[in-house]
């Protein structure tokens, strides 16, 4: 059992459609993360939040905003998406710095 | 940029063999290494962390480390059809002023029963 935990597991949206994706964890982390994975690639960083600030923003179009309401929680926002947005979405959690990732299950995202 | 490479596989080993995958990166003050798991349609799961050179055992998995070469591998020993799955080697690097975790693309790994 992962200890983040990423709500919808699958989404279907349509390109003109607002959703979001959250994400929750309970360890205590400070630092929490989005990433985008597309079939047989590595995990692409999206953003970061330390201390609920946003730290990194890879350059990710402004239809992806991300939001960090407490020490716990992080969210994207998704809207008017294109079909190559497609992917599962992975939120992870970290500690300090060196130590690892922690990922929740993922949230796969269909845009029709 | 940063990179960390890895063999791209795909690796087919038969069970019960040792399956060793490998991994360079190419930043000298990179401290942290990590191995993921991840089966296919699902998330990475950590299976090892790795700080020092050496060897580091866990089951049946061992992390080795060799910072003066760059180079980190996953040996799995007796190879179960479980096992089969994408192992993404991570490793940390600071870029720009800020850390970050670093993926390689993966190694795809098949035990043939």
């Known amino acids: 059992d992962t200890e983040v935990t990423q709500t919808p597991k699958h989404l279907v949206m349509g390109m003109t459609n607002k959703k979001s994706l959250k994400c929750e964890q309970h360890?205590?982390?400070?630092?929490m993360y989005w990433y985008k994975q597309k079939a047989k690639k590595p995990p692409e960083l999206m953003f970061v939040y330390s201390y609920e600030k946003l730290s990194i923003n890879e350059s990710v179009p402004s239809r992806f905003s991300p939001e960090c309401p407490n020490s716990s929680l992080l969210n994207l926002h998704l809207h008017a998406l294109q079909p190559e947005d497609s992917a599962l979405y992975l939120c992870?959690?970290?500690?300090?710095?060196?130590?690892?990732?922690?990922f929740g299950n993922g949230t796969r995202l269909t845009v029709t | 940029q940063k990179e960390v490479e890895q063999n791209s596989g795909p690796l087919s080993v038969p069970e019960g063999a040792i399956a060793s995958l490998n991994c360079t990166y190419s930043d000298r003050g990179s401290q942290s290494f990590f191995w993921y798991r991840q089966y296919s349609g699902k998330s990475p799961e950590l299976i090892m962390s790795?700080?020092?050179?050496g060897d580091k055992e866990d089951g049946r998995f061992t992390a080795q480390l060799n910072k003066a070469s760059q180079y980190v591998s996953l040996l799995i020993r007796d190879s179960q059809p479980s096992d089969s799955a994408t192992y993404l080697c991570a490793v940390n690097s600071y870029q720009g002023g800020s850390e970050k975790l670093v993926f390689g693309k993966g190694t795809k790994l098949t035990v043939n029963p």
């Open positions: 790795i700080y020092s050179n």
């Open positions: 992870a959690s970290r500690g300090t710095l060196n130590s690892p990732l922690h």
């Open positions: 360890m205590g982390h400070r630092a």
